[in-house]
């Protein structure tokens, strides 16, 4: 299994409150993705990073921030929870951007609820 | 818009029988299609990759087929064991040329193998 571990693995907060999830790698690629899996859609990409300090948006971003200051680390904050934002978070890695190349590596997901 | 399509949503078969999901996606340029293994409470696990120029391509008792023409793709599991009780998610990947790579993630199909 590719070393990723995402913490916590649940979380259960309130309306209003200031999340952050974390997602840590020991395979030093390059590309870390965070993604949400709600029942009935695929996987929806909130944010990706592909570097230090270098990260973009993905498809359901508002609502959300991320960081990444060191290569193995990729934050994903909620600033404001909402209960929409009530979701199995998954955060991925992979050495290129490529799917033909390797595909992603998937950490076992933070089940977050808010209430 | 690119969409990824799988049928049926959930499947119950009885253990050493064989099934097959679908995979339709409406999805341009295509680039490649990937099957992922799901676990119930882990991260996707990538199965195989299919090509453009790829119809079959197999992974033990796993079997996926690809027909560009149609755009249709294929998952056959054979002789089926309690383990490949998971969820089994299609991914289709893009490359448009006014914007970056893109995955367009099925929402999957629950498989439930029975003793």
């Known amino acids: 299994d590719a070393g990723i571990t995402q913490s916590p693995r649940h979380k259960v907060t309130e309306t209003g409150t200031p999340v952050t999830l974390r997602c840590h790698q020991t395979e030093n690629h390059r590309y870390m993705y965070w993604y949400r899996q709600d029942p009935g859609h695929g996987l929806r990409l909130i944010h990706y990073s592909y570097g230090v300090k270098d990260t973009d948006k993905g498809e359901v971003s508002d609502g959300y921030s991320v960081s990444r200051s060191k290569t193995e680390d990729f934050l994903l904050t909620l600033e404001s929870a909402t209960s929409s934002q009530t979701s199995v978070y998954f955060c991925a890695i992979s050495e290129g951007n490529r799917e033909e190349v390797q595909p992603q590596h998937f950490g076992d997901g933070t089940r977050l609820s808010i209430l | ?115």
């Open chain 2, 1 to 115: 818009k690119n969409q990824v399509e799988q049928s049926p949503q959930s499947l119950i078969i009885l253990e050493g029988k064989n099934c097959t999901l679908q995979c339709n996606y409406t999805v341009s340029p295509f680039s490649n299609l990937r099957w992922y293994k799901q676990d119930t409470g882990r991260g996707p696990v990538s199965l195989t990759i299919m090509t453009f120029s790829e119809n079959t391509k197999s992974n033990g008792r796993y079997t996926a087929t690809l027909d560009a023409d149609t755009k249709q793709s294929s998952l056959h599991i054979t002789a089926s064991q309690l383990s490949d009780s998971a969820s089994y998610i299609c991914v289709v990947s893009a490359v448009p040329l006014d914007s970056n790579y893109q995955l367009i993630w099925g929402a999957g199909t629950k498989l439930i193998i029975k003793p």
